[in-house]
């Protein structure tokens, strides 16, 4: 099963940008989907953004899209979030996860997970 470990994440002031990497173990990488999680305290763990395993298809949830940019690059078995314009409300652990086919939104359709990064926005 494939291992993932996410770093990247630290303490930023609103609309400021922030680079988060999910390094990923394996030599079938580029055979899954990948996606970025984040929780925040008290609430459900929500889909940020996905790619599929060519890199061709990716899904943005509202709050990411226009600010946020999924990438991967299979050669280094990484994947990336791009964040900019960054908001208080984007605090959160941030969790990458790796799955079979997709891209998919759902959380239960991806089976490895990191251990996660927080991300915190203030001023």
């Known amino acids: 099963q494939v291992r993932l470990v996410e770093s990247g994440g630290g303490s930023v002031q609103p609309g400021g940008s922030l680079r988060l990497s999910c390094a990923a173990s394996?030599?079938?990488?580029?055979?899954?989907?990948m996606a970025w999680f984040r929780q925040a305290p008290g609430k459900e763990r929500e889909v940020v953004a996905a790619?599929?395993?060519?890199?061709?298809?990716?899904y943005y949830a509202d709050s990411a899209r226009a600010r946020f940019t999924i990438s991967r690059d299979n050669a280094k078995n990484t994947v990336f979030l791009q964040m900019n314009s960054l908001k208080p409300e984007d605090t959160a652990a941030y969790y990458c996860?790796?799955?079979?086919?997709?891209?998919?939104?759902?959380?239960?359709?991806?089976?490895?997970w990191g251990q996660g990064t927080q991300v915190t926005v203030s001023s």
């Open positions: 394996g030599r079938t990488f580029g055979s899954y989907s």
């Open positions: 996860a790796a799955g079979q086919n997709g891209p998919h939104s759902s959380r239960y359709l991806y089976e490895a």
């Open positions: 790619i599929s395993g060519n890199g061709g298809v990716t």
